[in-house]
């Protein structure tokens, strides 16, 4: 690993003041679990790290009937798993997150670290792109709100741009009745990334008549090129033979 | 024979000795240890499979600021050096046979310096052809790996014991297949490292953590081209070792000669990428022929064995690892009639090695499947094939190894009943089946010169506690708590009393060191011989002083007293300090040695290779989805004999370990190569085992005494690693009629093959 400046900002205006003097040699850290790897395999050598740790308020996660979920960028994956509002609003979520690689991953990696990286093997994105979910970036100049599935470009690449700072994501409530699912398929260790994860959502009273809304993510291991990378599914053939069993319905 | 509830400390759970340093932090591995004026080092890998160096320009690294040495093959003697060959060099002389060979190296102020300095060295290559497949590299026209090596062949085995056409010809079934072992990493959580210092005297000081201290010396002066006496080794706290930290890779090597150069200490540790391409010697993998002639009443008659090993570059202990998977197997059952060819063959890979096993996981994957074909064939239940042919105690194999103690009969009775085999075998469900499978292994092998022993020296301080010296080691497996015990049991004293030494080869005497599951029976019997020497030293002080004949006298916690008459007694610290306080004083130390009653094997490789045999048995039920072809274990069984345990919980822990690396070599790890080059060597890409991977696990240890144990222990590390992917292999063929024959068992491999079968 080399050497390099640390800056730990104390709001994210200081941050965004950061990346816009370093630009293209500053990355932020928010958790550590992807950059770090990334910076130890020499992948990446940034000579600026600007650590998100230090904002108040960045890692909160409120509920509120009307509004819906609002997770903070800086909110760890097990903060989201713990949450009551989430556990009890958002079994999608519950379930995604708890399953997210093993308690000592998901105390340090964060969600705004996560959907940055725009790894296609993990597994938040699939369900928050079934939940609707958007998320708003900001910068020194501007602030941008956008559909989450909007976000995500192709592997590892995201429409996150020049200076900016992923800062929430929102997820409206859903309608009841909500029947969901989240699978991944782990060839090989229980701890390693999914080979394919799909997460499944059907609706209100459309429930009845199967009209889903479905995200599946998967690994560049199986191309075949019948979908696009990060879809968001509406009716695709397959869904109706092997969809997986909405058990759940809440 | 005697049981180990007649000891008051042996088998029972103590405390790790090394426990508290452990769990506060305060053990000091590789990375802890820093030297005053201490340099990092870093070293230049060749990134070709195989290639010419024509020219290697260091100056510019040379002159980097911070940059303390540089060193190429021109700082070493270029003298080959190896366990068993010498074939390897400290540095590429010439060429470089394989992707991550040590080509040269820096030392510097610091690790950024150190790799910018690794850019600046200008090495001019020229690439020629390469060979990957040991097939492939025995075919006539193959590129040579070593220009000496015709059809790069290291080794070549041909044995015939007994006739085997005549068997074969009696025999009334005959099973014959192709199994594929697979390369597998020992992922020690430690990676190699060390860290070395030259004094202008010429001594070297170098602190690695190595599991075989004395060999690595050794090895180590004849490479340098230096007497034994001027290196000395120290072991560090060491994080795993399974047989990758044996010395046979030039880490240590590569320090050395830059702390010489340098003039300062160099501490060298491998990066994770470095330790999957050139640290550790990864297991040897063998295509491995079977063909096995059964009477029709289930008894084996006859046995042909077929291996082709990749040994990759150089030599590690792929030479006697071979050996190995030809004919360790034959000490598991009642054979008559034996043939074992094999082939150790150069590639332009990753030199591969000991690990856990050592060899016996690829044989045993291969033999104890065809048994498991012939059990079916024949419509016998494998677990009554299996006690038909078990080995007994007495047995003696075809290869010369002569069995002392067997408990297999009774490890197939232990499996039997806790997998409650014969009720799920009458209620077979759909895709679930059962598997089995035996082992055998040994506890120490004589193949490093006509020795196969180990020393240890015990002295009394003056508060009566007893320090052990020994230069054997500690790597994680709980031996020296087992030592302790051993040392404990013996004097008469309480384990809280007992401490042991660090391996050290300037302060502790002769020992080969942590392989072939040699510790608790062969340095354990050192051990109790040198705590009888120091009681009998205690008893003729005490014999004094109590008024008493000192054959009459007996110890237990720390006391000595009479026979019979507990109240009067003297302690062991009044004994060792009555002894040295005096005209003529002197402290209570002793020393003691055991070398195994086994044969250095001869020409043909006979000769009874180890002092006593271990044995166990596992099974498995497996649950196979047809739609993912994915293999869920429900439920896994152990029976292990190791004579008497004598630290439970390292026992157990050797067994609950050596399973879990056995499910990872069954059903996940792989390593791929694309021309040569490893494409996934970190662990994002090469996975192992969780805790959530390990199905519920049940064990129990068979009552067993060896009795050329120490109070009738012998060895367990390897045992539990050996036949677990065979045992899953046949539990899937039970379950769903498939037979996977390459490792690892992965789920397109099961639904390929259940498509195929229809």
Not at chain 2, 85 to 92: K, P, R
Not at chain 2, 420 to 438: E, H, S
Not at chain 2, 700 to 709: I, K, L, N, V
Request: charged content about 25%; hydrophobic content about 40%.
């Amino acid at each position: 690993m080399v050497k390099f400046d640390y800056f730990e900002p104390k709001s994210v205006e200081q941050a965004c003041a950061f990346l816009e003097r370093h630009a293209d040699e500053a990355k932020l850290i928010a958790g550590g679990t992807a950059l770090l790897i990334w910076m130890r395999m020499m992948l990446l050598n940034p000579h600026v790290v600007v650590s998100l740790a230090r904002i108040p308020g960045f890692d909160s996660i409120s509920f509120d009937p009307k509004d819906g979920l609002r997770i903070k960028a800086g909110a760890r994956h097990r903060d989201i798993e713990l949450d009551p509002a989430v556990r009890e609003h958002y079994p999608l979520l519950y379930e995604t997150f708890r399953k997210v690689a093993q308690p000592r991953i998901r105390n340090m990696g964060t969600i705004g670290g996560n959907l940055c990286q725009g790894d296609p093997l993990t597994d938040p994105g699939a369900s928050l792109i079934a939940m609707d979910a958007e998320i708003t970036l900001t910068s020194s100049k501007a602030k941008r709100t956008l559909p989450l599935e909007k976000f995500f470009v192709d592997y590892y690449q995201t429409d996150l741009r020049p200076g900016e700072i992923l800062i929430e994501i929102r997820v409206p409530l859903p309608a009841r009745p909500l029947g969901w699912a989240h699978i991944k398929f782990l060839p090989r260790s229980q701890e390693d990334f999914a080979t394919v994860g799909v997460a499944l959502v059907l609706r209100g009273n459309a429930l009845g008549k199967r009209r889903r809304s479905c995200a599946a993510k998967r690994s560049p291991m199986i191309e075949s090129g019948r979908w696009r990378r990060w879809p968001r599914m509406k009716s695709i053939p397959w869904m109706t033979t092997a969809a997986p069993p909405i058990t759940n319905v809440t | 024979m005697a049981k180990a509830e007649k000891f008051s400390v042996v088998g029972q759970r103590v405390q790790r000795v090394d426990g508290f340093d452990k769990v506060t932090g305060e053990s000091k591995y590789i990375a802890d240890i820093i030297l005053p004026g201490m340099l990092l080092g870093k070293i230049l890998r060749s990134p070709y499979p195989h290639a010419r160096i024509l020219r290697i320009d260091t100056s510019k690294a040379e002159h980097l600021r911070g940059v303390r040495a540089v060193v190429t093959a021109e700082d070493t003697l270029k003298r080959p050096w190896g366990a068993f060959f010498a074939d390897q060099y400290i540095l590429s002389v010439g060429k470089a046979r394989y992707v991550g060979e040590e080509v040269a190296a820096v030392a510097a102020v610091d690790l950024d310096v150190a790799e910018e300095a690794l850019a600046l060295i200008d090495v001019e290559w020229e690439p020629l052809p390469a060979v990957f497949d040991a097939e492939e590299a025995m075919k006539a026209g193959a590129p040579l790996v070593h220009d000496d090596k015709k059809r790069n062949i290291a080794v070549t085995l041909d044995i015939e014991r007994g006739n085997i056409q005549r068997a074969f010809a009696e025999s009334d079934i005959i099973v014959e297949d192709t199994f594929q072992s697979a390369p597998q990493w020992h992922c020690s959580i430690e990676t190699i490292g060390s860290v070395a210092e030259y004094a202008s005297s010429g001594k070297y000081t170098i602190y690695m953590n190595s599991q075989t201290l004395f060999n690595a010396r050794y090895r180590i002066a004849a490479a340098l081209g230096v007497p034994e006496t001027d290196i000395r080794i120290i072991q560090s706290a060491v994080g795993g070792g399974f047989g990758g930290k044996s010395c046979d890779d030039n880490n240590a090597l590569v320090a050395a000669i830059l702390a010489r150069k340098a003039g300062k200490p160099v501490k060298v540790i491998n990066s994770r990428e470095e330790e999957f391409l050139a640290g550790c010697r990864p297991r040897v993998f063998m295509k491995i022929d079977v063909k096995l002639g059964f009477k029709k009443d289930g008894r084996i008659r006859a046995k042909h064995i077929r291996i082709i090993a990749d040994n990759g570059a150089y030599s590690a202990k792929a030479p006697a690892i071979t050996g190995v998977a030809a004919m360790r197997h034959d000490t598991c059952y009642k054979y008559s009639d034996v043939k074992t060819q094999a082939y150790l063959v150069y590639t332009n890979k990753i030199p591969t090695g000991a690990f856990r096993g050592f060899g016996n996981p690829s044989a045993e994957w291969a033999v104890e499947q065809a048994i498991d074909i012939g059990a079916h064939e024949l419509g016998i239940d494998p677990m009554e094939i299996a006690r038909i042919n078990a080995a007994e105690s007495g047995y003696v194999s075809p290869h010369g190894n002569r069995v002392t103690s067997c408990e297999l009969k009774q490890c197939l009775d232990m499996t039997e009943k806790m997998m409650d085999w014969k009720k799920k075998r009458a209620d077979k469900k759909p895709n679930t089946g059962l598997g089995l499978a035996c082992t055998v292994h040994v506890s120490g092998k004589r193949h490093f010169g006509d020795y196969d022993g180990s020393s240890a020296t015990i002295k009394i301080n003056e508060d009566g506690k007893a320090l052990i010296l020994s230069g054997e080691g500690e790597i994680g497996q709980g031996v020296h708590t087992a030592m302790c015990q051993i040392a404990a049991e013996e004097l008469g004293v309480r384990v809280e009393d007992v401490e042991i030494s660090k391996a050290d080869t300037d302060l502790t005497t002769f020992c080969l060191g942590a392989f072939a599951s040699r510790l608790t029976y062969i340095s354990g019997n050192a051990v109790k011989n040198a705590a009888s020497n120091v009681k009998q030293q205690l008893f003729q002080q005490a014999s004094e002083m109590l008024e008493a004949n000192a054959d009459d006298l007996i110890s237990h916690g720390g006391r000595i007293f009479v026979k019979g008459a507990e109240g009067k007694f003297v302690t062991v610290a009044d004994a060792a300090r009555a002894r040295l306080f005096r005209h003529n004083g002197a402290p209570i130390v002793g020393s003691g040695s055991f070398d195994a009653d086994s044969v250095l094997p001869d020409k043909t490789r006979f000769g009874n290779e180890s002092g006593a045999y271990n044995y166990g048995v596992q099974a498995a039920q497996v649950e196979v989805d047809r739609e993912t072809g994915q293999v869920k274990v429900l439920q896994y069984v152990i029976a292990s004999d190791c004579g008497t345990v004598i630290y439970p919980i390292g026992a157990e822990g050797q067994v609950e370990g050596g399973f879990a690396q056995g499910i990872g070599y069954a059903l996940i790890e792989g390593l791929q190569f694309d021309e040569g080059r490893p494409v996934n060597p970190n662990f994002s890409d090469y996975r192992i085992p969780s805790m959530r991977d390990l199905p519920p696990l049940t064990h129990a240890f068979a009552d067993s005494y060896e009795p050329t144990g120490p109070f009738g222990a012998k060895g367990l590390g390897e045992l539990n690693m050996d036949p677990t992917a065979a045992v899953i292999s046949n539990a899937i063929f039970d379950a769903v009629g498939v037979r996977i024959k390459t490792l690892p068992i992965t789920p397109e491999k099961v639904l390929k093959a259940l498509t195929e079968k229809g």
